[in-house]
DNA sequence: AGGCACAATGCCGTTCAATGGAAAGCAACT
DNA sequence: AGTTGCTTTCCATTGAACGGCATTGTGCCT
C-alpha cells in the first residue's frame, strides 16, 4: 500500500477556495486573445486554470447560449451571440456609432488610418480604425490595447484624465514603444500641459515605419473627455499642420453628436 | 398559524428547476438589447427573472470582470472588456477587418450605405454598416438583426444555405418588412433561384423610404457562402446595373482576403 | 500493426457556493 | 409621517457544481 501521499485525494472535493462559478465561466471567455482567438478544450483548460472536465461543462453552457461556438474540429471560438449583446456597451459601439461618418470623412481626406480609442484602466482600447488600401503597416487593432504614454490618442486621454490618475501613471518607468527608449517623465509632463493648452496632441514614431499621428479630444454631453480621435500619416510628406484643423473639427463634429452644447475652448 | 399557503416557502430555498448559474449570469447579459442599453437593478432583475437579492450578486461579478459597467446613477450597462473578448469572434470582427477597406471603396463611390451580414439562425446579423453623411434612413443597425426574407443581404444569405434550412424557413407565413404585405412561398422560390443563378440578389423596399438593395455573397476559403455584402441607394436616381458589377467585385475582394482560391463562377 | 501520447468525453459520490425571503437603508413624493 | 420604489445586507438551507478516474478517439512514431 502506497499511503506516503499526504494530499487527501477525494473524489468530488471541491478547489481550495473555492472560486465562483461566474468567475470561473468568464475565465473562459478571457484565456482567448488576439493570437488565440481558437482554442481546443485541452488549451483552454490550461489557459483557464480550470480542470479539463470542469471547463467541458461550463463551456457546454456558454456554447448552449451563444457565448461560445465550435467549429468541426471540435475547437473554441467566441460566439456571434457574445458580440451581439457586447455591441450595446456606450463606450464601445454607442460611440462608434456616432463618430463613423466623421471618420469617415477624414478617411477619405488623409488616405490612411484613423483612429478612435477611450481609456480602459491604465490603457487605450482602441474602439475603431479605417484604413484605406495603401495605409502604412498598422501596430494596433481595433478591440486591442495600446499604451498611453507611446500614441496620440493615449496622450490625448492621459492629458485629460484626473490629475490623480496622471501622477499614478507618470510616477512609473515609462519606456516608449516599439522603439524601447525611456521617456523622461518631466518631458511627459510638459507633453501633456501642451497638449491641454492646444486641445490637441501630435505624436511622432519611428518604428516599425516613420509615421506622425495628430490626436483631439472628444467630449460628452458634461464635457468630460471620453474618447480621442486621430489620423495616423507618413512621416515623409505630412503635414501637421493643416491635419489638426481637420482632426479637431472631426473631434468637435462627434462631442456634438454625444450631446455637447459646444466644444470646450482651448487655453 | 397561517398554514393554508400551499407553497412551501423556505429561507435560502433554491429555484424549482434549479438553473445553472452560468445560465444566470447570461440571462442577465441578455436583458440589455438595442432599446434597453443602461437598465437599474430592478429592470435587470425583472428583465432576467431573477430576484433582485440574487441578480445583484451575480451582477457583482461581472462588474468585477468588466462585463458589466455601473454609471454614477447606478445603472447597469454592457462593460469594455466584454465587448473586447467578444472582439475577437470570427464571424464578427474578423471578418468585418477583412471587409473594412472593400467597404470603404464602396461607401465612397455609392455615398448611401455599405452593409455586412452573416447568418445567425433564421435572421442576419449586420456585422457592420458603413453610412455616408447624406444616406437615406438606415433600418438597421450593427450588432442588430434582420430578417433573411426581407432583405438584400439576408436573401443571398437564405439562397446560399443549404437547402434543408431554406425548406425550413419557406414552410413557415412570411411577412415582408416593414410594410407587412405577405410573401409567397412560390415568388421567394423563383426569387432565390435567381440569386443562385446570377450570384447577385436585387432587393426593392417601400418604407421608410424607397430604397433599392444590391447584394452579394462573400465567400471563405471552403467556397462556403459565410456572409453578404450589399450597397442601399435611394430608388429614384438607382442604376442597379452598374451597382452590381462594383458590389460583386467587392464581395469577391472579401472572399479573396479569406482565403478563397478564386470566386466561384455563377451558372 | 502495435505502442505511445495526448485530447475529448462520461461517470458519480461529495460538499460548499449559491440561494432568495426578510428586513433595513435611502430618496423622493404626497 | 406615511407611502412607494429601489437598493443593499444578512443568513440558514441545500442541490448544483466539482474533479479524479475510466474510457474512447486520434494522430504519430517505430
Known amino acids: 500500500m502506497t499511503d506516503e501521499d499526504t494530499a487527501v485525494r477525494v473524489r ?24 488565440h482567438p481558437y482554442l481546443t478544450l485541452s488549451e483552454l483548460s490550461r489557459r483557464s486554470g480550470i480542470p479539463a472536465s470542469s471547463a467541458l461543462r461550463l463551456a457546454g453552457r456558454l456554447l448552449e447560449w451563444g457565448a461560445l461556438e465550435r467549429g468541426e474540429d471540435a475547437r473554441f471560438s467566441i460566439g456571434l451571440r457574445l458580440w451581439e449583446v457586447a455591441s ?21 481626406v488623409t488616405r490612411q488610418h484613423v483612429l ?5 484602466g491604465e490603457e487605450a482600447l482602441l474602439v475603431e ?5 495603401g495605409a502604412v ?24 484624465a484626473d490629475s490623480g490618475f496622471q501622477e499614478q501613471v507618470l510616477a512609473q518607468p515609462l519606456i516608449h514603444q516599439p522603439e524601447k527608449v525611456p ?20 505624436f ?24 480621442a480621435l486621430s489620423v495616423v500619416v507618413p512621416a515623409e510628406n505630412a503635414e501637421p499642420r ?15 453628436g454625444l450631446g455637447a452644447r459646444r466644444a470646450p475652448g482651448a487655453g
Open 12 to 35: 468530488g472535493r471541491r478547489p481550495p477556495q473555492g472560486e465562483p462559478v461566474v468567475d470561473r465561466a468568464l475565465a473562459l471567455l478571457g484565456a482567448f486573445d488576439a493570437t
Open 137 to 160: 503597416a498598422a501596430l494596433y487593432r481595433p478591440g486591442g490595447r495600446m499604451p498611453l504614454h507611446s500614441t496620440g490618442v493615449g496622450l490625448v486621454l492621459l492629458a485629460f
Open 88 to 108: 450595446l456597451t456606450p463606450r464601445g459601439h454607442g460611440l462608434r456609432q456616432v463618430a463613423l461618418p466623421f471618420m469617415g470623412d477624414l478617411e477619405e
Open 204 to 227: 511622432r514614431r519611428g518604428a516599425p515605419g516613420p509615421i506622425v499621428s495628430v490626436a483631439a479630444p472628444v467630449h460628452d454631453a458634461q464635457g468630460a473627455v471620453v474618447a
Open 129 to 133: 480604425r479605417l484604413s484605406s488600401h
Open 183 to 202: 521617456v523622461s517623465s518631466a518631458a511627459l509632463r510638459r507633453t501633456l500641459a501642451e497638449i491641454r493648452r492646444e486641445g490637441l496632441a501630435t
Open 116 to 120: 478612435l480609442a477611450v481609456r480602459e
Open 242 to 256: 493643416l491635419l489638426g484643423p481637420a482632426v479637431r473639427t472631426a473631434a468637435r463634429g462627434i462631442s456634438r
